[in-house]
């Protein structure tokens, strides 16, 4: 087994389900990575939202670890249309060209 590195996304319960539900309809993520939601204790924080979770996914890094991290990218994306979410360990910002940017996971 590879390298494995997490992911942390939290935000609104409903939205992180959604989103949990679009990874694991790719079966490439299903069978690389595992995942767990964490609901957070009930107070108002930066997202102004009293009933958060944070979704955690452990990837296995090998040959499909860009395309992984492509297709949680592009979720979060389509999480952050319908509220807010934050990220620990993805970086939402890299040049698409070099995957490089702040916070990127090879960093």
């Given amino acids: 087994m ?11 319960i409903p939205n992180i389900r959604i989103l949990l539900d679009e990874l694991e309809s790719d079966p490439q993520f299903t069978d690389s990575c595992k995942t767990e939601i964490n609901r957070l204790e009930q107070h108002r924080d930066q997202l102004g939202s009293s009933f958060l979770a944070t979704l955690v996914i452990d990837i296995s890094v090998g040959l499909a670890g860009n395309a992984l991290y492509d297709l949680i990218k592009h979720g979060v994306s389509a ?13 939402t910002s890299a040049d698409p060209t070099t995957g490089i940017g702040e916070g990127s996971p090879a960093s």
């Fill in 79 to 91: 999480a952050r249309r319908r509220g807010n979410v934050t990220t620990q360990g993805l970086d």
């Fill in 2 to 12: 590879g390298e494995i590195r997490q992911v942390r996304i939290t935000g609104e």
